[in-house]
């Protein structure tokens, strides 16, 4: 396993204590459509949530700073495709992201739930 694999491991395992102390309950963990990968499927309530982690050792804010606006649409394209697998609806569904700031030598510097992302229109 590399160690960028176990970064993000350890940024996904972070993200998901976050999200179920925060009345989450967890769904699926890396799903894999054909657009790409959903980090963490989880429900919030009525709302199905799918979540990007973005984990990060430097300084803080550098996590949240990696996901543009090419990542998000991807993320919905994902969303989209999982809906409709799973028959699910698509108007009750969130988009969130959990940044998560490591210092150099992996110490927890911040872990930050993001709800509710825009997701831009992308020009291709």
């Known amino acids: 396993?590399?160690?960028?694999?176990r970064l993000g491991d350890?940024?996904?395992r972070l993200a998901?204590?976050?999200l179920?102390?925060?009345g989450c309950t967890i769904v699926a963990t890396n799903v894999r459509m054909k657009a790409g990968e959903i980090d963490i499927v989880a429900t919030d309530e009525d709302d199905l949530v799918f979540v990007e982690v973005r984990t990060r050792r430097a300084q803080p804010g550098l996590a949240a700073e990696?996901?543009?606006?090419?990542?998000?649409?991807?993320?919905?394209?994902c969303a989209m495709q999982y809906c409709?697998?799973?028959s699910k609806d698509p108007?009750?569904?969130r988009i969130d992201a959990v940044a998560v700031d490591l210092d150099r030598g992996g110490k927890?510097?911040?872990v930050t739930h993001f709800k509710a992302l825009e997701i831009p229109e992308l020009d291709e």
């Open 1 to 5: 396993m590399t160690e960028r694999r």
């Open 10 to 12: 350890f940024g996904e």
């Open 16 to 18: 998901r204590h976050r």
């Open 20 to 22: 179920e102390a925060e």
């Open 66 to 77: 990696s996901l543009d606006d090419r990542k998000l649409a991807r993320m919905w394209e």
């Open 84 to 86: 409709t697998s799973k």
């Open 91 to 93: 108007e009750r569904i």
């Open 108 to 110: 927890v510097l911040a």
